[in-house]
C-alpha cells in the first residue's frame, strides 16, 4: 500500500503542478511598454499637427495669390476707365466722360492712378473756365 500512496501522492502533486501552471495569467506589461505607446501616440499627434500646419500655409498662399490676382485685375479694369476717360476728354463727350469716372468710385487706385486723376481734373477744370470765358454760341457775354 505503501507504493500506491507514493504514486498516488506523484500523481497528485503532478496534477496540482499542471494546474497552478494552468491558471498563471500573464504579468502586466511593463511599463517601458505603456511608455513607448505614449511616445508613439505623441510622435503621431506631432505629424498631424504638421501636416495641419503645412495645410494651413498652402491655403494662406492660395489666399494671397487669389488676393493679388484680384488687385492686379482691379488695377487694370481702373487703368482702362482712366485711358478711356482721357480719350472721352479729348473728344469732348462730357456725359461719357461722367459715366466712366462714377464708375471709378468703387475701385482702390494705385498712387500713379490718383495722380493721373488729379491731373484730369485739373485739365477738365481749366477747359470748363475757358469755355466758360468764351461763352457758349449764341450766349451773352460772361459778367465780370
Do not use: Y
Not at 40 to 56: P, S
Not at 60 to 74: F, I, T
Not at 122 to 134: F, H
Request: proline share 6%; aromatic share 2%; with cysteine.
Amino acid at each position: 500500500m505503501r507504493k500506491n500512496f507514493g504514486s498516488l501522492a506523484v500523481a497528485l502533486l503532478g496534477v496540482a503542478a499542471l494546474a497552478t501552471a494552468c491558471n498563471k495569467s500573464e504579468p502586466p506589461p511593463a511599463p517601458a511598454t505603456h511608455i513607448e505607446n505614449f511616445e508613439k501616440a505623441a510622435d503621431a499627434a506631432k505629424a498631424a499637427a504638421e501636416r495641419a500646419k503645412q495645410a494651413a500655409q498652402k491655403q494662406a498662399e492660395a489666399a494671397q495669390v487669389a488676393a493679388q490676382k484680384a488687385a492686379n485685375e482691379a488695377t487694370a479694369q481702373a487703368q482702362t476707365l482712366i485711358d478711356n476717360a482721357k480719350k472721352l476728354v479729348a473728344d469732348g463727350k462730357w456725359q461719357e466722360v461722367l459715366a466712366t469716372l462714377v464708375q471709378l468710385k468703387d475701385l482702390k487706385l494705385t498712387p500713379e492712378q490718383e495722380v493721373s486723376l488729379l491731373e484730369m481734373k485739373e485739365n477738365l477744370e481749366k477747359l470748363v473756365r475757358d469755355s466758360l470765358s468764351k461763352g457758349a454760341p449764341g450766349s451773352p457775354p460772361p459778367t465780370k
